[in-house]
């Protein structure tokens, strides 16, 4: 789930011509007592392979048009 959402982020920047943010550094990232820091690796030409596929692009779009028109971000 957290590869899925990352990796629609990084694609909706990358159709806006937005910068891409450099990764953090785990040991840079505060976490209490608990809690964990993990890495999550993506393979962007496979996702985007996959997403421009018919029946998940229709999918896609909608949810592109919806965070669009509610001006939503991630």
């Known amino acids: 789930m ?16 937005e910068v891409i943010p450099n990764p953090s550094m785990t040991n840079n990232i505060p976490s209490d007592d608990g809690q964990f ?8 030409t496979a996702y985007r392979r996959h997403k421009n596929s018919k029946a998940v ?15 939503l971000t991630m």
Do not use: C, P, S
């Open 2 to 17: 957290a590869r899925d959402a990352l990796a629609t982020w990084l694609d909706y920047l990358i159709d806006e011509n």
């Open 37 to 44: 820091v993990t890495i999550i690796d993506i393979d962007m």
């Open 57 to 71: 692009k229709k999918h896609y779009r909608f949810l592109h048009g919806l965070m669009k028109r509610q001006k």
